[in-house]
């Protein structure tokens, strides 16, 4: 079976974006896949933070994924911190990754160009991010768009370092994208990527009356200014991109058309998706109340997820060590 490996921040509750973006696909890959899901808490201190909101934001990450539909008994799902194998392979990494490609980054000239002071954390964030990936020898990656190159650079690593210790039998695998059948959605102001920073996204836990308190102001066709104009839903980013998401396709069929023909009007079409959203939301919010109501489960849930990760994790730096003559006792 191939092995899939992917990650996410603790930013705390799922937004619809990053459940539309990652983590549905994973709910469709575990079972197809040897997958390893992980928090990666590692990440999300190259900026300013509290601890306690970091701890608070990690299991509350976890409890979405696990009332998106993940599932222990089909993947395994653990905390970065938990496995200490990911920065010991990030060490390995570094020196074989040339300085100049972690420079090339697009993410981090962005970032960087918004500092005062930049810190090596950013520089390196990449190289963390491959040794997340190979560490579990994965095959396959399921990212959005914009992580294409930070896996590219997961490819050079494995290449260079097969290179140099395991030339004859390549031991990392080069892995191989598999791009979210949901494409980038555009946040409901119309401006920028879905962001709970922005305030331009629906939590996915909120309730049917919050979430279209959010969705009724939505940016639409902006060539639409009355109910009797001809829409163009290829126009309208948001609100027909989220009825490709939640709605089923004689839906948004059905959408298209009346769109088209002006014989719904923007809202008539945002009432459709709100019930179509709350159909398949209300579940998760259930499943995720249960969760917050019984925070060990969840706490055990990761810690048997990290001895399973963590399992693997080590037979690889055995091999690496072995490999890289860093087993000096034999």
């Known amino acids: 079976m191939t092995r899939v490996f992917s990650g ?55 409890i979405s994924l696990l009332a998106s539909g993940l599932d222990e008994a089909k993947c395994t799902l653990f905390v970065q911190s938990d496995v200490p194998e990911h920065t010991e392979l990030q060490w390995i990494f570094n020196t074989v990754t040339p300085l100049g490609e972690l420079e090339r980054q697009v993410q981090f000239k962005d970032k960087a ?44 690593v494995a290449r260079n370092w097969n290179a140099r210790f395991s030339p004859d039998a390549p031991y990392f695998p080069e892995p191989q994208p598999k791009l979210t059948p949901t494409r980038r959605i555009v946040g409901l102001d119309g401006q920028a990527k879905m962001s709970k920073s922005l305030g331009n996204t629906i939590g996915l836990l909120e309730t049917p009356d919050e979430m279209w308190n959010k969705l009724r102001p939505a940016i639409t066709d902006p060539a639409r200014q009355r109910k009797t104009d001809p829409g163009t839903p290829e126009n309208c980013k948001t609100v ?53 109501a019984n925070p060990k489960q969840v706490d055990a849930l990761l810690a048997e997820g990290g001895r399973k990760a963590r399992a693997v994790a080590q037979e690889t730096i055995r091999t690496v060590k072995d490999k890289m003559g860093l087993d000096a006792r034999g």
């Open 8 to 62: 996410i921040q603790p930013s705390g509750e799922l937004h619809i974006g990053n459940y539309l973006g990652a983590v549905k696909n994973w709910v469709a890959l575990q079972g197809q896949h040897e997958s390893f899901f992980c928090i990666v808490n590692y990440h999300a201190i190259t900026v300013a933070y509290l601890p306690d909101d970091l701890r608070r934001r990690t299991r509350d990450m976890a």
């Open 113 to 156: 160009g918004k500092q005062e002071q930049v810190m090596a954390g950013l520089l390196n964030y990449p190289v963390l991010q491959a040794a997340d990936i190979l560490l579990y020898l994965a095959d396959t990656v399921p990212v959005g768009e914009d992580q294409v190159q930070h896996l590219e650079l997961s490819r050079v």
């Open 240 to 292: 027909f991109e989220l009825h490709k998401a939640f709605s089923s396709a004689e839906t948004v069929k059905e959408v298209d058309e009346n769109c088209r023909g002006a014989k719904w009007g923007c809202i008539d079409c945002k009432k459709v998706l709100h019930a179509n959203m709350v159909a398949e939301l209300t579940p998760i919010r259930t499943r995720a109340e249960a969760l917050q």
